[in-house]
């Protein structure tokens, strides 16, 4: 996930919103996020983040509209801009963290956060979360799931080759536990950001 994801605008880089989540159990690439990078829109963030565009942009959108609390501001559009700067891989997952952070940016209501995991499988079957370019050309399958905050529940998947049932639900298992890495960089980069203002 070592693509560059930005709403709207050019990138600006603040030190103090960076993670190095490959801990034990872990191995996911470095995330950086900023928020309320454009002045005009109610919401803005980049998202830092080691299938075709229409595919991606309904996988997102849907992803969206499952969180997002509409019923709450009856004829009121949201729009959510993602201009890819870099695709390092996982470009889908970084995507939907970014759609996500913006969301958060602009206060619109939610049931959940959402994050993006992307898994690949190589040709021997092994694991790898957070795969690179080089790797996703090289897997035979890549799963990438998008999870909600407070249960963990699958909210979308989409999948590329082939695997087993087996394969799937482990791949859904790595996601999920890959998912709290996620969500605790969300919490830490808002605690950043609130404790600055």
């Known amino acids: 996930m070592e693509g560059v994801m930005q709403t709207d605008a050019k990138m600006r880089t ?51 509209e499952a969180v997002v609390l509409g019923a709450l501001h009856p004829r009121t559009s949201i729009t959510v801009v993602l201009q890819v700067v870099s695709d390092a891989g996982s470009l889908l997952a970084c995507c939907l963290n970014a759609a996500c952070m913006a969301l958060v940016d602009a206060g619109v209501p939610m049931r959940a956060l959402f994050c993006g995991v992307t898994c690949a499988l190589d040709s021997e079957g092994t694991l790898v979360l957070d795969p690179t370019a080089k790797q996703e050309k090289e897997a035979r399958a890549i799963l990438t799931f998008a999870l909600d905050s407070v249960e963990r529940k699958l909210l979308m998947s989409t999948t590329k080759g082939l695997y087993s049932d087996a394969e799937l639900q482990q791949c859904l298992a790595a996601a999920q536990a890959a998912s709290q890495h996620v969500f605790r960089f969300y919490r830490e980069s808002l605690q950043r950001r609130y404790s600055k203002s």
Not at 22 to 34: I, K, V, Y
Not at 50 to 62: D, P, T, Y
């Open 14 to 64: 603040e030190s103090g919103a960076e993670s190095s989540p490959r801990a034990p159990g872990c191995s996911l690439r470095h995330f950086a996020c900023e928020q309320n990078l454009l002045s005009r829109p109610d919401g803005s963030a980049s998202f830092l983040q080691g299938v075709a565009e229409k595919s991606r942009e309904r996988l997102i959108r849907n992803t969206c």
